[in-house]
């Protein structure tokens, strides 16, 4: 049995890989890909998710815009990681994969009604699609069989010290899709800052030979000089795919149940993730919370599913 899944992504290097694990792995079935501003503006976002699937040769999957910007902030980018045009690195071709006429909101609900069986989400960028889906369509809730996004911390930020960017680009919607009572799994840079773009995992996935991972090779040169640069993490940290990991592959991510909190002021600390990891608040524990990665494991799913790609 495969999952259907939706994934939910602001590309930018890291979402391209989330996305490429979740078309090319066989426990999943992607079904629907929606963009959201993020890392660069949504016009950017949305052609280079069509150009991550036209890369991989994924020429069945509806790619839909949503929001250009968050709940109610104005929308912060990350060109000094990912590039002007989000996809800094590789020469991009011209995308053979359409946009489709229908907004983010629009999709996810055809797509809903339309699966026998409830539909996973993955988020992979500022979670601001997923709150409006909430806020217009509750009704739709229960066709969701869970959400999962990469973003927050249970220890530092990659913003400010305590946030991270996801989490400080829209936290409204966080803390809306958060008390929204969905299953709702945060796969914070706790986790993520393992899963590390080695040399070796470099040499491992160029070695897989195809015009996806020349594409993707391309990409992690540009993603760990930039990672260089502004935080010393030559080997950048792949976070995107870890969240789609949660699902393609449980055992190769360990979740706890905890109590998730956003912070939804401060001057630096909007966007925090209180994760209460020790129950200091007493509060009813409300979200799964990824603490540990096999990290082996973890690029062994990313090579696979990228050999099984175009
Ligand atoms: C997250 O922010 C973005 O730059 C990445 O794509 C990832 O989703 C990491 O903080
Ligand atoms: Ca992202």
Known sequence: MTIPVIIDCDPGH??????????????????AVTTVGGNVPLEHTSRNARIALTVAGVTDVPVAAGADGPLVRQLQTAEWIHGENGLGGPELPEPTVPLDARTATELIADTLMASAEPVAIVATGPITNVAVLLRDRPELAERIREIVWMGGSTDRGNVTPYTEFNAWVDPEALDLVVRSGMRFTMVGLNVTHRAL??????????????????????????????????????????????????????????????????????????????????????????????????????????????????
């Open 197 to 310: 773009v080695t040399a070796a995992v470099r040499e491992r996935i160029a070695a897989v030979g195809t015009a996806t991972a020349a594409f993707g090779e391309e990409l992690f040169e540009f993603f760990c000089r930039t990672n260089d640069e502004v935080f010393g993490m030559p080997d950048g940290p792949l976070h995107d795919p870890v969240a789609v990991a949660v699902l393609a592959d449980p055992g190769c991510v360990g979740l706890v149940r905890t109590r998730l909190d956003v912070e939804l002021s401060g001057a630096e600390t909007a966007g925090a993730t209180s994760v209460d990891l020790d129950g200091m608040l007493g509060r009813e524990p409300n979200a799964w919370v990824a603490t540990q990665i096999d990290v082996d494991r973890f690029w062994a799913g990313v090579e696979a599913s990228i050999a099984r790609l175009s």
């Open 14 to 31: 890291d979402d391209v890989f989330a996305l490429w694990l979740a078309a090319g792995h066989p426990a999943l079935d992607l079904v």
